[in-house]
């Protein structure tokens, strides 16, 4: 798997966007880009995943740059239960693991 | 819907017994599915990995085993445990791209 860079840890107000990047400069053509968040003592929770478009849901958007070594997770309007580790994975079309790095901390403050 | 549940919530084993934990699926048929352990304060390990009844792949060398009974049934076992095998033991699906996770076992070997 290619491996993601994602910040330690980051704050965000709650009512704005958290903007969420992550670095995958090794990324290979057809491998995916997708993100879960794991809030405190519960299992991964899926949240989106793309492989060369901007992606949405009803839980965030995904921004994936045109040359694909880079993404943006968007949480358009982040309330206090946003509070989680997000991680973001590069996983392969055909491939079954998902490879779960350190991810980025953050924290939803009122 | 599918929904996956796990058993126990948490456990606590001494140093040498045995351990067997148990992991369901239902609402689909022929899932794959998968067995992660999370030491504290660390991300996500593969453990096993199944593809159909009786079908399983290791990750990593461990004292650790895994069996697939039934097609929505994926338990985990040891024969003996070790300190070393303390974590929060999580059990997930997918048919296509996404995983979906359990709620976990944490399992704390004294």
């Known amino acids: 798997d290619a491996k993601t860079t994602q910040p330690t840890s980051m704050d965000c107000a709650e009512g704005r966007a958290a903007n969420l990047p992550c670095n995958h400069s090794?990324?290979?053509?057809?491998?995916?880009v997708y993100w879960y968040r794991q809030i405190h003592s519960q299992g991964p929770q899926y949240i989106i995943h793309?492989?060369?478009n901007n992606e949405t849901n009803e839980m965030a958007s995904l921004i994936i740059t045109e040359d694909r070594k880079s993404s943006t997770l968007i949480l358009p309007h982040a309330t206090l239960r946003d509070t989680a580790v997000y991680y973001c994975i590069v996983r392969g079309g055909g491939d079954y693991k998902l490879s779960f790095g350190a991810g980025t901390t953050v924290t939803v403050r009122a | 819907s599918q929904t996956i549940h796990q058993w126990p919530a948490t456990l606590v084993q001494p140093v040498g017994s045995p351990l067997s934990l148990e992991c369901t699926v239902e609402?689909?048929?022929?899932?794959?599915l998968y067995w992660y352990r999370q030491a504290a304060g660390r991300g996500l390990q593969l453990l096993f990995y199944s593809v159909g009844i009786g079908q399983i792949s290791s990750e990593v060398p461990q004292n650790l085993s895994a069996s697939r009974p039934q097609d929505r049934q994926f338990i985990l076992s040891s024969k003996k445990l070790l300190l070393s095998d303390s974590g929060f033991y999580l059990c997930a699906w997918s048919e296509e791209s996404e995983q979906y996770f359990g709620p976990g076992t944490r399992l704390t070997v004294t």
């Open positions: 090794t990324i290979s053509g057809n491998e995916y």
């Open positions: 609402g689909t048929s022929n899932p794959n």
């Open positions: 793309g492989l060369k």
